[in-house]
């Protein structure tokens, strides 16, 4: 577990490393109770070495690390391009009481319905793309942001018109009564598992590079980025904006807080990750019609 960084990423074996790397605590009581079994004292106490490192890594995020009082709460939520029922989604989101909403992988066919249902609790919204922000609080200074997830010699060849429908991220900026707080909205590209070149991250890595180069160079002072990443913040690919970003859910949440699956969440993909401001809370919402589980998070500055 200490070396899973220098596990080679061919065939991306090192990203499913990363990705799976809380699960490998699984298998410290399954040995456990075969050394008991085999009334092994030598077994039993080699496994105090994997059993401290996993506690190095993870134990800190069992405990619940929440604290009273925040400024504005956000929720983000891979909305599904499958979802069956987009107004209860919406609904259900408001409910939530967030200040700010930030969704993904909205379809032309749904977004009349967001757009309708959570116009009343969220009279200041934006959509670029696939990804879009509703909030209480007024939006400036909005545009799109560039993830590369077109690559290759047909990249260029694409039509404005084209690349704006299938853009994946914005930038914008919420006008609070303490200053302004720029939010990121991001949907990183797919991982896809192919039988003869294993995992390929290729469009997600790119994605990563880009949204970690964006993060860099704005100076804002406050920013956070909410979204669907396709990764974990373990996952290798993201140390570079992870160098520059905290992970809300590490910092106030209780337990590893996953999203994905939604009916057997196993791994969180979905993220809260702030600079210049600091998670009071966060936590994991209810079951909505999407494969994805909501997850939000209280800031205070």
């Known amino acids: 577990m200490l070396l899973h960084a220098g596990i080679t990423d061919r065939g991306g074996i090192g990203n499913l490393v ?6 490998f605590g699984a ?7 075969g050394a008991l079994r085999r009334r092994s004292a030598s077994a039993a106490l080699a496994l105090l070495l994997p059993a401290g490192v996993w506690l190095g890594l993870f134990g800190g995020l069992l405990l619940d690390k929440s604290q009273p009082g925040g400024d504005l709460a956000v929720v983000t939520h891979n909305v599904g391009a499958e979802n069956a029922d987009p107004t209860g989604t919406a609904r259900a989101l408001a409910a939530s009481g967030a200040h700010v909403l930030a969704l993904e992988e909205i379809t032309p066919q749904a977004r009349p319905v967001y757009e309708r249902e959570l116009a009343g609790a969220y009279p200041h919204h934006t959509v670029q793309g696939t990804v879009g922000l509703w909030s209480r609080l007024p939006l400036t200074g909005t545009r799109p942001v560039d993830l590369e997830l077109n690559a290759g010699p047909l990249a260029d060849t694409l039509p404005a018109a084209a690349k ?7 930038r914008t900026t919420v006008t609070t009564e303490k200053g302004p707080l720029v939010v990121y909205v991001a949907h990183l590209g797919s991982v896809r598992v192919f039988p003869r070149n294993g995992f390929w991250t290729d469009s997600r890595d790119r994605g990563a590079r880009a949204l970690t180069e ?3 160079a704005d100076g804002s002072e406050r920013l956070v980025v909410l979204g669907d990443l396709n990764g974990t913040t373990d996952d290798r690919a993201f140390t570079g904006l992870t160098t520059h970003l905290r992970s809300a ?5 209780e337990g590893f807080g996953f999203s994905y699956p939604a009916a057997f969440p196993v791994v969180r993909i979905d993220q809260v990750l702030v600079r210049g401001v600091q998670a009071k809370k966060s936590w994991v919402l209810a079951a909505t019609g999407s494969d994805h589980l909501p997850v939000g998070a209280v800031l205070s500055w």
Not at 18 to 23: K, N, Q
Not at 164 to 170: G, I, P, S, V, Y
Not at 249 to 253: C, M, R
């Open 249 to 253: 859910q590490e910092t106030a949440g």
């Open 214 to 216: 964006a993060v860099a």
């Open 27 to 33: 298998f410290i009581p399954l040995l456990l109770a």
């Open 18 to 23: 990363d990705t799976a790397l809380p699960w």
């Open 164 to 170: 704006a429908a299938e853009n994946r991220a914005l």
